[in-house]
């Protein structure tokens, strides 16, 4: 049982490139986030979902799109990478029941240079 | 939306000693206040949480205690151990249309010296 998995750990972008990061969950989860993690910043909720199909945006949605076409995936996309897009990029998921018993994966560190 | 605030951002106690971490929110609303706790190099992870209906929580040695009159909520941890270095976050949820999600605090590291 992995829980949740976020792919890559690392990845160094340039100014203008896109990419892709994968969060995927295997406890049948209805509900995934993404936060990113800046220090002195805390965790800032960027987009979410409440189930296959729907997104929302959080605190931070600008520069990001997501996607969630299949219940154990959401994945974030940035389409043109700024400097300021450097962060750890933490995905997580819970069940409708439990609602906010997040369980987070290990992070995405993403430099923008 | 939910503002959540967190304080101190950093706390340093002598190993044995007792730590208090103290949250206020916005959303009178807000009915569940969880905390996190966050290891170097790993996501953070549910420690303890409380919903409103009650005023103090206790597991351990971690308690949190929770004042809707004042919309603010601390996590107590008592006989403090170095394993108990790291950083820990409160959080109360947000919600709209769309579903509700958790707002984090800014975060406190906590460092315990033996």
């Known amino acids: 049982n992995a829980g949740v998995t976020q792919t890559p750990k690392f990845r160094v972008l340039k100014t203008g490139q896109s990419m892709t990061l994968l969060c995927a969950q295997d406890m049948n989860h209805e509900y995934m986030y993404w936060y990113r993690q800046d220090p002195g910043m805390g965790l800032r909720l960027i987009h979410y979902s409440v189930g296959e199909g729907t997104t929302a945006k959080g605190e931070v949605p600008d520069g990001y799109n997501v996607s969630r076409l299949k219940k154990q995936n959401f994945l974030l996309g940035l389409e043109s990478a700024a400097p300021s897009q450097t962060s750890v990029y933490f995905c997580?998921?819970?069940?409708?029941?439990?609602?906010?018993?997040?369980?987070f994966g290990s992070g995405t560190r993403l430099t923008v240079v | 939306g939910e503002n959540v605030e967190q304080h101190p951002s950093t706390l340093s106690v002598q190993e044995g000693d007792s730590a208090v971490i103290k949250c206020t929110y916005s959303?009178?609303?807000?009915?569940?206040f969880p905390w996190y706790k966050q290891e170097l190099g790993k996501g953070p992870q549910l420690i303890i949480d409380i919903r409103s209906n009650v005023g103090e929580k206790k597991d351990q040695r971690i308690a949190v205690t929770l004042n809707k009159t004042a919309k603010h909520f601390s996590l107590h941890i008592t006989e403090t151990q170095p394993e108990d270095s790291a950083v820990y976050f409160c959080?109360?949820?947000?919600?709209?249309?769309?579903?509700?999600?958790?707002?984090f605090g800014k975060g406190t590291t906590l460092s315990v010296s033996s």
């Open positions: 959303d009178s609303a807000s009915n569940y």
């Open positions: 959080a109360a949820p947000t919600a709209n249309q769309a579903g509700t999600a958790l707002i």
């Open positions: 997580a998921s819970s069940h409708k029941l439990t609602n906010y018993g997040y369980t």
